[in-house]
């Protein structure tokens, strides 16, 4: 799977943005997406995760109701809306592709590019 990550920018705090991820290559349908974001300095954070049928979508505590994922597997399409932009959601997001879990946790295998977030104060 291939997965091409899109809609970063620069939005003053407040504002929203709304990031898109596109697989290509293979169905996406069968997988779990998560959306997962760099600082510059800061390790990797978890931001979100939604299951193959949108069933499941578990968020990060620090976007916890101001992001929303979703997904459209006929599409091929997984869509992250951020709403109520923080100057400390700044950094680079990443979307990832798991397809199996390994001690626990998923594991992500298919990363895209990355699309940067620049929120100013």
């Known amino acids: 799977v291939q997965l091409q990550a899109s809609g970063g920018g620069l939005v003053q705090a407040g504002g929203s943005l709304r990031l898109s991820c596109a697989a290509s290559?293979?169905?996406?349908?069968?997988?779990?997406v998560g959306w997962f974001r760099q600082a510059p300095g800061k390790d990797r954070e978890f931001v979100a995760r939604?299951?193959?049928?949108?069933?499941?979508?578990v968020y990060g505590d620090s976007v916890k109701g101001r992001f929303t994922i979703s997904r459209d597997n006929a599409k091929n399409t997984v869509n992250l809306q951020m709403n109520n932009l923080k100057p400390e959601d700044t950094a680079v997001y990443y979307c990832?592709?798991?397809?199996?879990?390994?001690?626990?946790?998923?594991?992500?295998?298919?990363w895209g590019q990355g699309t940067e977030v620049t929120v100013s104060s």
């Open positions: 939604i299951g193959w049928n949108s069933g499941i979508k």
């Open positions: 290559g293979r169905t996406f349908s069968g997988y779990v």
């Open positions: 990832a592709a798991s397809g199996r879990i390994v001690g626990g946790r998923w594991e992500y295998d298919f």
